[in-house]
């Protein structure tokens, strides 16, 4: 693997540094974090200049190597993140780039590259969150449609999103993995009910999905029926092998701003927590690495990320954790004040090991398909 710049990628890197220069200065306030309306314009409105620059197709039509120098440059940089539409342009657009039929990449790829729509994903359930095989949620072939019954819970952005990508359970009577289909919902369909949930941190980007006989189109179904899992398994490698690449990013930012403001409040005296905050600085220079490794190997195999992803999940969600602990060591008292920086990013680094599939499933995914480990009964 060769971690340094191609000359396409450094000419890639120049021109995008230079673009950022210029129009980041030009961009409107951040609107308010409760305002999920203001959000979904701010974000969607962002999407829509990096599409008129040339730069939306990067998510999808560009190798991952340049993926990863673009998700870096505008994280360095201080530019949006992808924002109220992560799930369209990082879990969704690119399942359906690699499932979908030229028909669904030819419908519902140009919308979300433009910033015209929001996806959401609708995956957990109350009983199934971990065990997501054992989700409960039922689709009824009915002609030429599914009719959906049951619920989906830490939908992110569902209050905001326009598509859903949704997994159902089409066979009650196949094994659990094996009946199981991935169908693309429109949010405002009949009989679906969307009840935000509020969070440790008082954000309520999270929600409750009910489906009450939904009629979902057989058109919208991506893949095979009943080959859900497979389809899903897509999803999530793109979930937990490149989509953190810009969080990877933040992180050694924030560790930099750390060690700053340790030095100016003079906690930097204590050599306990310089060790700490160096140990940080090597475990996220590793997981950069890492990133990269993952990055190349998804080159190599068709852009689809590897169980390497899981590795990278596993660690990071726990060095997360790890930072914004370090953080709450550098503010002190001051961080019992959620107006403080960093406070709220503790709290949310709590979900981390969670998210994305849990650390005991990601150690299963290394134990059993790296490491060869038998199967746990």
Not at 145 to 155: D, E, L, Q
Not at 219 to 237: K, Y
Not at 360 to 369: G, L, P
């Amino acid at each position: 693997m060769d971690l340094c710049d191609t000359p396409e990628e450094a000419e890639f890197r120049a021109r995008l540094g230079e673009w950022l220069a210029e129009v980041l200065p030009t961009l409107p306030a951040r609107p308010a974090p409760d305002d999920w309306p203001g959000r979904r314009a701010y974000d969607l409105g962002w999407q829509r200049m990096l599409h008129d620059a040339g730069y939306a197709g990067v998510h999808w039509d560009a190798s991952p190597t340049l993926r990863m120098v673009f998700l870096e440059e505008t994280e360095k940089a201080g530019a949006p993140y992808v924002g109220a539409n992560f799930v369209g342009l990082l879990h969704a657009g690119p399942t359906i780039a690699a499932e979908g039929t030229a028909g669904q990449r030819a419908r519902w790829l140009p919308p979300i590259l433009r910033g015209e729509q929001v996806w959401c994903q609708g995956f957990s359930e109350p009983d199934a969150g971990s065990d997501l095989a054992s989700l409960r949620t039922r689709a009824r072939r009915d002609g030429d449609a599914y009719v959906v019954t049951g619920s989906k819970i830490w939908t992110s952005h569902a209050e905001v999103a326009d598509w859903c990508e949704l997994l159902v359970r089409t066979d009650p009577d196949a094994p659990r993995h094996r009946g199981l289909t991935w169908l693309a919902l429109r949010m405002d369909a009949d009989g679906v009910t969307v009840r935000p949930l509020r969070t440790l941190a008082g954000s309520a980007e999270f929600a409750e999905v009910f489906l009450d006989e939904v009629r979902v189109p057989v058109a919208d179904r991506v893949g095979e029926e009943n080959d859900g899992w497979r389809v899903t398994m897509v999803t999530l490698s793109f979930e937990r092998g490149t989509a953190f690449v810009g969080e990877v990013v933040a992180c050694r930012r924030v560790l930099g701003e750390l060690a700053r403001t340790a030095r100016r409040n003079g906690r930097w005296d204590d050599p306990a927590l310089r060790r700490r905050l160096g140990r940080l600085d090597a475990e996220f220079r590793a997981l950069w690495r890492l990133t990269q490794w993952n990055v190349s190997e998804a080159e190599a195999s068709g852009g689809v990320p590897g169980v390497g992803g899981s590795v990278f999940k596993l660690r990071y969600s726990h060095a997360r954790q790890e930072l914004y602990d370090a953080a709450a060591e550098v503010l002190g008292a001051d961080a019992l004040d959620l107006d403080r920086p960093w406070v709220l990013d503790r709290l949310s680094a709590l979900s981390y090991t969670i998210a994305a599939g849990t650390s005991q499933i990601q150690r299963t995914i290394v134990a059993e398909r790296i490491l060869g480990l038998p199967r746990g009964r």
